[in-house]
Antibody
Framework: EVHLAESGGGLVQPGGSLRLSCAAS????????MNWVRQAPGKGLEWVSA????????YYAESVKGRFTISRDNSKNTLYLQMISLRAEDTAVYYC???????????????WGQGTLVTVTS | DIQMTQSPSSLSASVGDSVTITCRAS??????LNWYQQKPGKAPKLLIYTASSLQSGVPSRFSGSGSGTDFTLTISSLQPDDFATYYC?????????FGQGTKLEIK
């Protein structure tokens, strides 16, 4: 059974940094592109970033480009999101999600973690 | 970036009703349109992908249609478990934008 478990969220001051992790199990992790999606309190879903299975391609929303870095360790079946220069508007629940098709091209997100809350406040 | 616009933003219906939610893309996305259901405090759940393909385990009362820029999600014979928020998402190109959501409430 596919399972995704995020961790690393918490309270951080504006300008601070945080690294989120997503531990994956139940599938061949290295074969699948992975994504981060966030949801601000009471708001809709916002796609944040994606990474290919081999980590040779990464993609970012304009709102986080240059501040967030997506990466993965296929030997540990773990996805990461390094966040720096955090702003109040980054406050959200961050979900990791698996692409349905391995390559990721045109693929929906078929499995999601339970999310981890990041709160940016002074 | 491709903008996704859902309508309506909210909808009231009764158990047994049929409802339709619309999603419009700002440019053609072929059939690369997905629908998700989200309940409060829970992660989104994939319902429909590539506009009309039903995800495994999703009841057949959910159906999707459309191509190009205009898409619909139809839920026939609403069940109590269907009252939730629904999002469309395009997977045609990055950034993989979502619609703003449609909250389906019990009348």
């Amino acid at each position: 059974e596919v399972h995704l478990a995020e961790s690393g969220g918490g309270l951080v001051q504006p300008g601070g940094s945080l690294r989120l992790s997503c531990a994956a199990s139940g599938f061949t992790f290295s074969n699948y592109a992975m994504n981060w999606v966030r949801q601000a309190p009471g708001k809709g879903l916002e796609w944040v970033s994606a990474i290919s299975g081999s980590a040779d391609s990464t993609y970012y929303a304009e709102s986080v480009k240059g501040r967030f870095t997506i990466s993965r360790d296929n030997s540990k079946n773990t996805l990461y999101l390094q966040m720096i220069s955090l702003r109040a508007e980054d406050t959200a629940v961050y979900y990791c999600a698996k692409k349905f098709y391995g390559s990721g091209s045109y693929s929906p997100l078929d499995y999601w973690g339970q999310g981890t809350l990041v709160t940016v406040t002074s | 970036d491709i903008q996704m616009t859902q309508s309506p933003s909210s909808l009231s219906a009764s158990v047994g009703d049929s409802v339709t939610i619309t999603c419009r893309a700002s440019q053609s996305i072929s059939s690369y349109l997905n629908w998700y259901q989200q309940k409060p405090g829970k992660a989104p759940k994939l319902l429909i992908y590539t506009a009309s393909s039903l995800q495994s385990g999703v009841p057949s009362r959910f159906s999707g249609s459309g191509s190009g820029t205009d898409f619909t999600l139809t839920i026939s014979s609403l069940q109590p478990d269907d009252f939730a928020t629904y999002y469309c998402q395009q997977s045609y190109s990055t950034p993989y934008t979502f619609g703003q959501g449609t909250k389906l409430e019990i009348k």
